[in-house]
């Protein structure tokens, strides 16, 4: 990937941790008695929500038909150790995520994951989320700029087709000189469910693209081959670069072969 990169991915994931913060006076100084009381007051939270949530989910599915499967009932313990683990993971993020200069800023790390903080705080993360969200987007725009020209050399089929975003792939299949890549389109926003890159070679696949979430795509003219980059995320999490050249690509859904 050129502009899709990995580290721009991971860029992404780094605009909004602003957006859930309240200014909280308390949060200026470390108290273990305030932790424990804003703890308790959003686990109480989440619990009702959830309670509420699946009163919902059972009554909907009373007036349903009995062929449909069941619904799991609320489970206290379930959601209270569920929201705990949700909690440390959202603090890890914090602490790997946000610059040293702003960690070194809030006095409990506890109460931040909580969406609670003063407001210097709540500025400098609001700026660092800022910054790179324009990044993010600038480099967006330059690929939209290069693929607006240089798709005038692509061909029509490539160019109205090859886009999978939030597709799953559910298995890969060489066949010769061809790969085949069999999708799952239901989370995307394409009707296309197998696209097959003709005469290829594969310049480079970090893991096995089976089970992989379809995340970005690029497309290049190298002498008289296409080169597709792809930016996919497997089940645990992984970011994985899928480039293949090819002659050709051609797709096929259920009811249209292009």
């Not at 800023?105 to 210097?120: M, P, Q």
């Not at 400098?124 to 607006?148: D, H, L």
């Amino acid at each position: 990937m050129k502009y899709f990169t990995k580290e721009w991915y991971e860029l992404c994931q780094k605009t909004s941790f602003h957006l859930p913060l309240e200014e909280e006076k308390q949060a200026e100084t470390f108290s273990e008695e305030y932790f424990q009381q804003l703890y308790n007051t959003e686990l109480i939270r989440w619990l009702n929500f959830q309670e509420e949530v699946a009163s919902i989910m059972e009554t909907a599915e009373k007036g349903n038909r009995e062929d449909h499967s069941e619904n799991t009932p609320f489970n206290r313990e379930h959601e209270i150790e569920q929201f705990h683990e949700s909690f440390l993971f959202n603090q890890a993020c914090l602490k790997k995520d946000l610059p040293e200069t702003i960690v070194k800023e809030i006095a409990d790390i506890r109460v931040f994951a909580l969406n609670k903080a003063t407001r210097s705080v709540i500025n400098a993360v609001t700026k660092f989320c800022e910054n790179n969200e324009k990044a993010v987007a600038a480099t967006s725009e330059e690929y939209r700029r290069y693929f607006k020209e240089a798709s005038l050399a692509f061909d029509s089929v490539i160019v109205e087709n090859f886009g999978f975003h939030d597709c799953t792939i559910i298995k890969s299949v060489q066949d010769g000189k061809s790969v085949t890549l069999l999708l799952d389109p239901s989370g995307g926003f394409t009707n296309i469910n197998e696209v097959t890159f003709e005469n290829c070679t594969i310049i480079k696949q970090d893991d096995l693209l089976e089970d992989s979430w379809w995340l970005y795509e690029e497309v290049y003219k190298v002498y008289d081959k296409y080169e597709f980059h792809v930016l996919l995320q497997n089940s645990k999490m992984g970011l994985i670069d899928f480039i293949i050249s090819a002659d050709q690509v051609s797709f096929k859904s259920n009811n249209k072969h292009s």
